[in-house]
């Protein structure tokens, strides 16, 4: 079956570094992507690896390991607004992305 | 990336009737997606829908329940018939750009009494 698993909550403190991980099983592989969710609004778009490797974009970079099946969402030098959900999604065969329930993250000061 | 609107943003319905929720983008697009997003929960995908042909669908969702038409490359409408309180959800739309990217609508926020 199709499954993605990531932690349910997160905390961490203003500039501190914070690692989402995502371990995800499916019938097949063409992509994972991160999303960030803040509440009652629609997912924005932060990331897309197909290759494995490190993806970096400014504060975020985002990291697969295809083999493992396991991607990570590192958020560096951390600040309030970056409070939020954090959805792992994978992309199987065909064009649809099976989404994981989510990371709550709170950030305090 | 492409600008998505949705229509209604929200709505209050009562049992029994339907919904339709329109999707607009600025861009002709090949691929258009009905999500939804029920309370708490991640997204599901409810069904692709194609230009000019019948919309494919996820399973446990049905055209009966959920008829989307698609009648060109900038427009698409999901409705959400015969509505019950359990149809209480966001529903968003999105579509695939570069990089097989997909981008989300602002989102419909339906409360069904």
Known sequence: ?109 | SAVISQKPSRDICQRGTSLTIQCQVDSQVTMMFWYRQQPGQSLTLIATANQGSEATYESGFVIDKFPISRPNLTFSTLTVSNMSPEDSSIYLCSVEEQQETQYFGPGTRLLVL
């Open chain 1, 1 to 109: 079956g199709q499954n993605i698993d990531q932690p349910t909550e997160m905390t961490a403190t203003e500039g501190a570094i914070v690692q989402i991980n995502c371990t995800y099983q499916t019938s097949g592989f063409n992509g994972l992507f991160w999303y960030q969710q803040h509440a009652g609004e629609a997912p924005t778009f932060l990331s897309y690896n197909v290759l494995d490797g490190l993806e970096e974009k400014g504060r975020f970079s985002s990291f697969l390991s295809r083999s493992k099946g396991y991607s990570y969402l590192l958020l560096k030098e951390l600040q309030m607004k970056d409070s939020a959900s954090y959805l792992c999604a994978v992309r199987d065969r065909g064009t649809a992305l099976i989404f994981g329930k989510g990371t709550t993250l709170s950030v305090s000061s």
